[in-house]
């Protein structure tokens, strides 16, 4: 290939690099001319559906919130798989349907140990049961 075929066969990259920087350098132009040039205290202030902030962004949130979600995560992935397996079970025959049975057995002992942990309690005690 010669250098110039490889520089005809480019023009379109260059042409839509050059649209996306003037369309950039155009929107930044626009919105400084445009924009407001007062500075007030309240304008730097956070502002939510028509609530004024109190206190602080930085919150602690307790543990059960993160454990919710790493298990929403954990048992979504897993019904990803599931899905796959529902799409593909004709194919799969009965070797198939007994994987996902185990899988979904597995799943399941997984859902009662938490259960009986109490990762799933949202009562007063706030903290995960132990049993032996």
Do not use: C, N
Not at 5 to 10: I, P
Not at 87 to 110: C, D, K, Q, S
Request: proline share 2%; net charge neutral.
């Amino acid at each position: 290939m010669d250098a110039e075929a490889f520089g005809l066969s480019q023009w379109p990259l260059a042409a839509y690099f050059l649209i996306v920087i003037l369309l950039v350098s155009s929107m930044l132009l626009f919105s400084w001319l445009l924009g407001e040039r007062k500075r007030h205290r309240t304008t730097a202030e956070p502002y939510e559906s028509g609530i004024a902030a109190t206190g602080s962004a930085r919150l602690r949130f307790d543990m059960k919130f993160y454990i919710v979600a790493m298990l929403f995560v954990i048992f979504d992935v897993e019904a990803a798989f599931i899905y796959a397996w529902a799409v593909a079970v004709r194919e799969l025959g009965w070797a198939g349907f007994i994987e996902a049975a185990v899988f979904i057995t597995v799943l399941l002992a997984a859902l009662v140990y938490l259960w009986r942990m109490g990762a799933l309690d949202w009562g007063t005690s706030g903290h995960m049961k132990k049993k032996v």
